[in-house]
């Protein structure tokens, strides 16, 4: 019990060190003092007036939800004194594996680069920026001549780095079982069961509406149709009050159940706590800036 509240302690203090300094919580702040003046404040219960009017106002849902993605995100608990790696990746001969893998893509692509006699990246100049900024909006329909790149490395190369990983704590013995035959991949990872996996993906039980869903069905089509179109003007009208609470966490699990395509693009914004502060859009402004400025081998990797 002792270890889960500290458990929980941690976590909290991790959440509360990423908002701080936030846009979230300079607006939170600057409510706070702006609701001083309100003649409902009383100095007796100043603490309990201002959590009232922060929930009254709207702000203690924001909060919320920008807790809710926090936590959606927040890394496993782990020892104090852990390394930045060892939080990334807990297991030591995983973390050799990827160290061993990330040189050797990097000298496919350092070997690449001194073929061609293309940098990994460099400046671009002045016309070339005005050309892509013009373009900008039709980036993904433009096909640049990438045949001269190659992919970094081929998929049977990284299939052979998976099958020889094996974990030095874990020994099958010399004799061959059952075991040694379920695949080329030996790694035994903790994995959901039947019952766990039944249990998680319960939404997607045949005793469950899902939109979007064409399952055959003894029902005859026509009363399928109906059932079908009930249940999908039904699942509309509940994602709409879902939009109206605002809560990050009734967004995701209504959309379990799928996603009606006129509400996902405000769905998903509530889901992930995104919204068009001027602070965002100045960010957005600035990588626009930096792909606009410099040329990376990586893109026309990436676009190959």
Known sequence: MQGEEEELSVSIAHIVQKLKGTALHCQLEKEARGSLFNPDIKLETLKEDIKDFLKASGWEKKLQ????????????????????????????????????????????????????????????????????????????????????????????????????????????GDQPSFRTHLGLIQVPLNIKDIPELREFFSELS??????????????????????????????????????????SAAAQQYVRQGCPTALRADLWALILNISEHPEDILYYEQLKSNVIQHDLLSDSLIYK
């Open 206 to 247: 045949l005793n469950t509406g899902q939109l979007g869903v064409d399952d055959s069905t003894p029902v005859p089509p026509a009363l399928w149709s109906r059932t079908a179109e009930l249940f999908e003007n039904e699942h509309f009208q509940l994602g709409k009050k879902v939009l109206a609470e605002h809560d």
């Open 65 to 172: 939800n920008a807790v809710y993605r926090e936590l959606s995100v927040l890394p496993a608990p782990c020892h104090p004194a852990a390394p930045a790696e060892h939080i990334k990746e807990p297991l030591a001969y995983m973390r050799r594996a990827q160290a061993s893998w990330e040189k050797r893509v990097l000298k496919s692509l350092n070997s690449m680069c001194t073929e061609l006699n293309i940098p990994l990246a460099r400046k671009r100049p002045a016309d070339e920026q005005k050309e892509l900024l013009n373009k900008w909006n039709e980036m993904g329909t433009d096909e640049p001549d990438l045949s001269l790149f190659r992919p970094v490395y081929a998929p049977k190369d990284f299939l052979e780095v998976l099958i020889n990983l094996r974990n030095p704590n874990y020994d099958v």
